[in-house]
């Protein structure tokens, strides 16, 4: 584990453009946590929603940072208080009714897997993790994330923008 902080570390301090890929549940918090602490504007969050358990257990969240603009759009029905809970600051979009929306970012990555997206981050203009489909509850969830890679990242950020702007208004609490 040591070797792996080591590389996200190195990543993120040379602005490195390599992929970061990951399987592990310690590999996706430690990931996760270095990306929120990164973040010197936005933090776009797309979930599926049955991600929030993972969130909980591995206390992985974000500091109420007034500098910090956080988005979360939850792709079901989501129980808004639990992400609130998290999340203080987040202004949080429910897809309410069945709606699909497909993202496909294979034509922009190696692995053809990654398309239908449930789970993504995106941190500012720069710096992403995107999850491969998988069944709910899995143990081990294969993800790639990058520090710095402009092009996916504006690709996820404009998806993420694209399903807020067909949405309602966000949760209210």
């Known amino acids: 584990m040591e070797e792996y902080k080591d590389m996200i570390n190195n990543f993120f301090s040379k602005k490195s453009s390599d992929l970061i890929y990951n399987s592990s549940k310690d590999h996706a918090k430690f990931l996760i946590k270095k990306l929120f602490e990164s973040a010197k504007k936005n933090i776009r969050l797309y979930t599926s929603g049955e991600e929030i358990v993972f969130y909980k257990e591995n206390k992985v969240n974000i500091k109420d940072n007034k500098d910090i603009h956080l988005e979360i759009i939850v792709d079901r029905d989501c129980k808004k208080n ?21 993202i496909e970012l294979s034509n922009q990555m190696e692995d053809s897997e990654y398309s239908a997206i449930k789970h993504f981050i995106a941190i500012d203009e720069d710096a992403f993790r995107v999850e491969k489909p998988h069944a709910p509850g899995s143990d081990n969830v294969e993800a ?17 923008e694209t399903i807020k702007n067909e949405l309602s208004e966000p949760a209210s609490f």
């Open 82 to 102: 639990e992400y609130h809970e998290l999340f203080p600051s987040a202004k949080i979009f429910c897809i309410k009714e069945k709606r699909k929306f497909n």
């Open 144 to 160: 790639v994330g990058c520090a710095y890679n402009n092009i996916l990242t504006k690709g996820l950020n404009n998806a993420f």
